[in-house]
């Protein structure tokens, strides 16, 4: 483990609410670094097309993170790519610990996101990446022709089958509920489609094949009868969940895992902030994650302020 490397204020995270708190750090003249465990942009790197982000219409989402990314680093921000595997408290001071290194900070802002619910059914880990997929953006050119099946009618099963028909031969929609969840324009937009079909009120059971995707077997869940629809590929939006594991026992969640915030983005500990998808809240998305960066950050900036001159 490397000797304590000594930061003003260290973020977790690095898609929307991330970068926009790196970016308001940095202007305030604090030494940031974000710790991004992948590729920063996050999840809405993954998107398509973005339609209501204010200034930018459409935009895909690589492109607005890749926007991000760049005025966080002009900024002087410093981005790396790690693991963060534990926080610990050590007098007003927060040890953060990633795989190769430990950090020592006065403040820290989660904006670890979410990540893709699996459905926990047969042929799901066995075939993922033989044509399970979460992600349309990623892997969509890859089904070229192909009938595939996709799960969940929110915004993000219909909005990633709208950019899957650029490419596919047909798509089979499956939802739990006996409606729609997505927004009005795009149930409307999907609906002016031709290769597409839905089984509402339905749940899939099964994902079979023996080295790729064949078909997938659903259950009608008012009748209780199973039907077996051919395909080429599955792709999973059955909601998300929140990355949140390495903070067990550090700060309190609600109980999907959520970090629970005050009005300020404060966590249970102080000093610790949460931005973003991650924090329990009603409306996920980049808009609300933008925001919550920049007052996860200002509040942060606050907070160093009182600590050094000795009023926390």
Do not use: W
Not at 8 to 15: N, Q, V
Not at 23 to 41: D, H, W
Not at 129 to 157: E, H, M, Q, W
Request: proline share 3%; hydrophobic share 40%; net charge positive.
């Amino acid at each position: 483990m490397a000797i304590e490397t000594k930061k003003d204020l260290i973020i977790i995270g690095g898609g929307p609410a991330g970068l926009t708190a790196g970016i308001y750090a940095a202007r305030a003249r604090l030494n940031t670094l974000l710790i991004e465990k992948l590729m920063p942009g996050g999840l809405a790197a993954t998107t398509d097309r973005i339609e209501n982000y204010p200034g930018f219409q459409p935009i895909s989402g690589m492109e607005l993170t890749k926007k991000m990314v760049s005025q966080a680093k002009e900024f002087g921000v410093e981005i790396i790519t790690e693991e963060v595997v534990c926080l610990k408290i050590k007098d007003k001071f927060k040890l953060v610990k990633t795989v190769n290194t430990k950090y020592k900070t006065p403040a820290i802002i989660i904006a670890t996101g979410t990540l893709p619910k699996k459905l926990n059914i047969p042929g799901e880990d066995e075939l993922r990446g033989k044509g399970v997929s979460y992600c349309a953006t990623c892997d969509g050119p890859l089904f070229r022709d192909k009938d595939i099946i996709v799960i969940g009618c929110g915004n993000s099963g219909i909005q990633e089958g709208l950019f899957l028909l650029k490419f596919v031969n047909r798509i089979t929609f499956v939802e739990f509920l006996p409606y729609m969840t997505a927004e009005k324009v795009l149930q409307e937009r999907i609906q002016k489609e031709q290769k597409i079909k839905f089984y509402l009120e339905h749940t899939l059971i099964s994902i079979n094949g023996e080295q790729t995707v064949s078909s997938v077997t659903i259950k009608d869940r008012k009748t209780t009868k199973e039907k077996i629809i051919e395909a080429q590929g599955v792709f999973i939006y059955a909601g998300l969940f929140p990355n949140t594991n390495f903070l067990k026992g550090v700060v309190k969640l609600d109980k999907e895992g959520y970090v629970i915030t005050n009005e300020d983005l404060e966590t249970s500990i102080s000093g610790i902030f949460a931005a973003g998808d991650v924090r329990a809240k009603t409306l996920r998305q980049i808009a609300t994650s933008v925001g919550d960066g920049a007052l996860a950050a200002f509040m942060a900036e606050k907070y160093i302020e009182r600590r050094n001159y000795g009023r926390d």
